[in-house]
């Protein structure tokens, strides 16, 4: 696949980009050179080689869930603007 000024001009003007023409030069030739790169890995031989969505393995990020101390309600409310009864109180929103 080749890439000329019109491709990059279509692309600048879906971007709403006002490209200066030694920029219309610049990002044709980096995007040239980024396709054959591409079309160069589509030459390897991957057959024997499984479909991965990850390149790493995957672990769960979670921790175990364990019961531990909290604040108290004290602690809680204590820079609350206003409380009421032991929980934060907040003005009407709803009429």
């Known amino acids: ?15 709403r980009l006002a490209l ?3 920029e219309i030069e610049l990002y044709t030739s980096q995007l040239q050179r980024i396709l054959g790169y591409v079309e160069k890995l589509s ?14 393995p995957l ?6 869930d364990r019961v531990k101390e909290s604040l108290s309600r004290e602690d809680a409310l204590w820079n609350a603007p206003d409380e009421d009864r032991g929980c934060f109180k907040v003005p ?3 009429e």
């Not at 696949?1 to 971007?15: H, T």
């Not at 030459?43 to 790493?56: A, I, K, N």
Request: charged residues 30%; without cysteine; negative net charge.
């Open 59 to 64: 672990k769960t990020a979670f921790r175990e």
């Open 1 to 15: 696949m080749s890439i000329d000024k019109k491709d990059v001009l279509k692309v600048a003007n879906l971007a």
């Open 20 to 22: 200066t023409d030694s």
């Open 43 to 56: 030459e390897l031989d991957t057959t024997g080689v499984e479909p991965t969505t990850y390149t790493v």
């Open 92 to 94: 009407q929103i709803i």
